[in-house]
């Protein structure tokens, strides 16, 4: 269990949506003990004379029934969030997984390469459209793709970075 709780910190680092929704699983949680204790003190101060009681009883009924809605609401809403909290990390680790070479990951780290959550094996060039530059793992060769949809002014950059990165992984 210790390497599920230091890759939990490691991706908390390269996921900021990660850490915003860990943040909010821990507002939601916060809000759902306030609603359950909110409603436990209400139906103690009530301590059973409402409900027999011909003028308040259907109210406070309604006032109880009403809370409840609220507390079914918030933990349905708690259950989405930790079910994003585990496609965010299923997500990184099929990311973390997919081997590729040093110089590609300084370059992500630098910021010069965002890697493409949906197919790790692809990156975009940071301030480029259209292009990517593309990593096959059975040749271990660096190519690309789209090269002819990069706009003219944005083609430089995309070529300086992949000849280098070619030339750092070759």
Do not use: C
């Amino acid at each position: 269990m210790g390497t599920t709780a230091d890759q939990g910190k490691a991706e908390t680092a390269s996921s900021p949506r990660l850490s915003i929704l860990r943040n909010s699983l821990e507002k939601k949680e916060k809000e759902l003990d306030e609603r359950f204790g909110n409603h436990f003190r209400d139906v103690k101060r009530a301590n059973g004379q409402p409900l027999n009681d011909k003028r308040n009883g259907g109210q406070t009924l309604r006032r109880w029934e009403k809370q409840g809605a609220a507390i079914r609401s918030q933990i349905e809403s708690v259950e989405k969030t930790k079910a994003a909290i585990e496609r965010e990390e299923s997500t990184l680790s099929h990311v973390d997984s997919v081997e590729i070479p040093e110089a590609l990951r300084q370059a992500i780290a630098a910021g010069e390469l965002k890697q493409w959550r949906k197919h790790p094996r692809f990156f975009f060039v940071v301030g480029v459209d259209n292009g990517r530059i593309a990593w096959d793992e059975k040749t271990k060769t660096l190519g690309h793709r789209y090269l002819s949809q990069v706009p003219k002014e944005q083609y430089p950059k995309f070529r300086d970075t992949y000849n280098n990165l070619r030339r750092l992984v070759s």
